[in-house]
């Protein structure tokens, strides 16, 4: 076993020596104005004072608490599953108008991830907050916050077929980034009603949200309400942002080919600071209109007038200005091969559910990647994935029943609930999480049985 570790440590060591020289001869490139393009495949060279940073904290174990990662998967075990034999219409019928997470779902329809990676999928161009964090103008940082928020929303273009796992209460999901510079943890904190809270943080910045939603089936569609709010802070200017999601619809959830659309505004304010805010309008179209998944937005200052014009699609790119000179600031990285047959996963979806045998030994058991259903189903075996998720749904069933039967009010371990300013309930991280896992680690404390 350590002569493993060893290897893995000489070799992690080798991929950040060449990871460094990448960035250094990236910063050598010539200064195009998309360079914020493909943040998903390269690393900005605005980032090198990030990945110096965290490289030490990796080579002195302060990070991964001694555990060193070779690489990271390119695929997924196992296609996803034929769903053509599924009737959603005898599933769905008498659930018209109803919050469906309270619906037992066939695993088929599931993808193997779950909510709380979905959080963490939303920091797949975190680049833009390291982007953000180094630009002193308060206008032009607005506008890469916004292109923070539209980002989040690119990974789902593909993924209108499939749901995400619903998290049981109590379970977690960590993802160290040390390409990307962050660390981020999640908890689910409540079951009904679902709430998923989640914290990450780099050199640069710290970026937190709760979310909560409610599903509604329409008959032919599908609407994804959430609630909450999403926050970023960059301490070198002292900024908090803060701002909403818009509504989510999935259309044609009983016949045809089924897409996604985002409808809605949002609105960016800065707590700290009414030097600027934003506003950012998803429209509302159809799939054969020329508008469908069109963006637009400005950026303000304090009397309200207009200083930047954002413009864009939110699968395709985000630009800043005028047309034809409106400059790119943001564009979703390249699908990886295949990726229609791989529930239409980016290349950091496919990384999210990869368990790392080192890695492993400094997780929580109630880690997402433990999840028997989820990774069966990743691994192809759908009819033993639906047996374990029938198995767990009943396991929560019965923890929550306990619960209820004794009176006990159910305590998150890694996040409070605070009141903010506008007298709404919050989650945020209580500073636990990583103690915890660094000393004495979570294989000698007692945790839930969740599976």
């Known amino acids: 076993m350590h002569s493993k570790i060893y290897c893995k440590l000489k070799c992690s060591k080798v991929r950040i020596i060449l990871y460094l020289l990448c960035l250094f001869f990236s910063s050598q490139a010539s200064d195009d104005e998309s360079y914020i393009s493909d943040v998903s495949d390269n690393i900005s060279e ?16 302060e990070l991964l608490g001694g555990a060193f990662r070779t690489g990271r998967r390119t695929s997924l075990p196992a296609p996803s599953p034929d769903t053509s034999n599924i009737n959603l219409w005898n599933i769905l019928r008498n659930n018209i108008g109803k919050d469906l997470s309270k619906v037992s779902m066939p695993v088929e329809l599931n993808e193997p991830l779950n909510t709380l990676q979905h959080l963490c999928e939303e920091l797949e161009y975190s680049e833009l907050l390291d982007k953000a964090a180094e630009t002193d103008d308060p206008h032009e940082r607005m506008a890469l916050i916004a292109a923070f928020a539209v980002s989040g929303y690119a990974a789902t273009y593909y993924r209108a077929g499939s749901k995400p796992f619903n998290p049981v209460l109590g379970e977690t999901y960590e993802c160290i980034r040390e390409d990307k510079g962050f660390r981020f943890f ?3 904190v409540s079951h009904h009603p679902p709430i998923s809270a989640c914290h990450c943080e780099s050199r640069n910045f710290v970026f937190w949200q709760d979310v909560r939603w409610k599903n509604k089936f329409w008959g032919k ?11 970023v802070t960059l301490p070198k200017y002292g900024d908090c942002y803060v701002w909403n999601k818009v509504t989510t619809c999935i259309h044609n959830i009983l016949s045809g080919r089924r897409w996604i659309e985002h409808y809605g505004e949002i609105t960016i304010r800065n707590a700290k600071s009414s030097t600027a805010t934003c506003k950012m309008t998803f429209i509302k179209g159809n799939y054969w209109s ?5 963006i637009h937005g400005v950026v303000m200052d304090q009397e ?5 014009r954002l413009f864009g699609k939110w699968h ?3 630009y800043c200005g005028d047309a034809p000179a409106a400059k790119c600031i943001w564009r979703p990285g390249s699908m990886p091969t295949n990726y229609e047959l791989y529930y239409g996963f980016t290349r950091f979806a496919i990384e999210l559910n990869d368990l790392d045998p080192v890695m492993s030994e400094f997780l929580p058991k ?3 990647r433990f999840r028997p259903d989820q990774r069966l189903l990743e691994e192809g075996n759908v009819e033993a994935a639906s047996a374990e998720k029938q198995r767990i749904e009943e396991l929560q069933r019965t923890r929550r029943k306990y619960l209820d039967d004794n009176h006990i009010e159910y305590k998150p371990k890694y996040f409070r609930k605070v009141i903010d300013t506008h007298n709404k309930e919050t989650w945020v991280s209580n500073d636990t999480y990583w103690e915890v896992r660094k000393e004495p680690g979570f294989s000698k404390i ?4 969740l599976w």
């Open 221 to 231: 569609s599908m609407e994804i309400l959430p609630f909450g709010t999403v926050n």
């Open 446 to 449: 007692e945790l839930p049985i």
């Open 290 to 294: 020329s508008s469908v998944n069109e």
């Open 366 to 368: 109630t880690d997402a």
């Open 316 to 318: 395709e790119a985000l």
């Open 186 to 188: 999640s908890e689910q």
């Open 46 to 61: 605005d980032n090198t004072s990030v990945a110096d940073n965290v490289s030490r904290q990796i080579l002195n174990g």
């Open 304 to 308: 309200g007038k207009v200083v930047h």
